[in-house]
């Protein structure tokens, strides 16, 4: 089956500007996941969503946001970018929410900020 | 492609007895590996990480094994404990991107 598709892979924006990426889950997963991967603090949870609704949230400032769609694609947008925010930015995506089980990520989305 | 796979979903150990979690990887231009815990609602937590350089990093109970030839490694924890439980992923890098596995669920009981 297919995996978990992050589009686009990589990202260049400007410092002001806004950007949205995206995640789409492994057929049937339901719970979608958004972190952030930086040398300096390693891998950090943004939020999950299960069926459409938000259900935990990391210590990330509100220019973070995300949504999940009906088909459990979910969204990530960032605005107002800071240079901070370059980043690797993975979702994984699982069955059921708090990953208590197998989760699989993807490949990740490179975002520069210059 | 999972580049990074771990094979086995689940592990059951008794407290106190040693706990191996495995990871393999296909690509051999990873240079970096690390390994999380992921507690239920929570994100995963950066536990220990070692370099290809390196066959072995030990951090208190924790230690990684690297075998680079055969592309893998392993987790190993020593005594387990109930507070160990928990979902430990795998990942890789080489410099750019980063691959995870998809994770191993580990009971630790009293």
């Known amino acids: 089956k297919a995996g978990v598709t992050q589009t686009p892979r990589y990202l260049i924006k400007t410092r002001g500007q806004q950007v949205t990426l995206s995640c789409s889950p492994i057929?049937?997963?339901?719970?979608v996941s958004w972190y952030q991967q930086t040398p300096g603090q390693g891998l950090q949870f943004l939020f999950e969503y299960f069926s459409e609704t938000q259900r935990n949230k990391g210590n990330f400032p509100g220019r973070f946001s995300g949504r999940q769609f009906s088909n459990s694609r979910s969204e990530m947008n960032v605005s107002t970018l800071e240079l901070g925010d370059s980043a690797l930015y993975l979702c994984?995506?699982?069955?059921?929410?708090?990953?208590?089980?197998?989760?699989?990520f993807g490949q990740g989305t490179r975002l520069t900020v210059v | 492609d999972q580049q990074v796979k771990q094979n086995s979903p689940s592990l059951s150990v008794q407290e106190g007895r040693i706990s191996i979690l495995n990871c393999d990887y296909t690509n051999s231009m990873f240079d970096y590996f690390l390994w999380y815990k992921k507690y239920p609602a929570e994100g995963p937590t950066f536990l220990i990480s070692?370099?290809?350089?390196?066959d072995k990093n030990e951090d208190g109970r924790f230690t990684v094994f690297l075998n680079k030839s055969a592309k893998h490694l392993s987790l190993h924890i020593v005594p387990s404990q109930p507070g160990d439980s928990a979902v430990y992923f795998c990942a890789a890098s080489d410099g750019d991107d980063m691959r995870f596995g998809a994770g191993t669920r580990l009971t630790v009981k009293p």
């Open positions: 057929s049937g997963h339901r719970s």
């Open positions: 994984a995506s699982s069955l059921v929410v708090g990953q208590d089980t197998e989760a699989f």
């Open positions: 070692i370099s290809s350089i390196k």
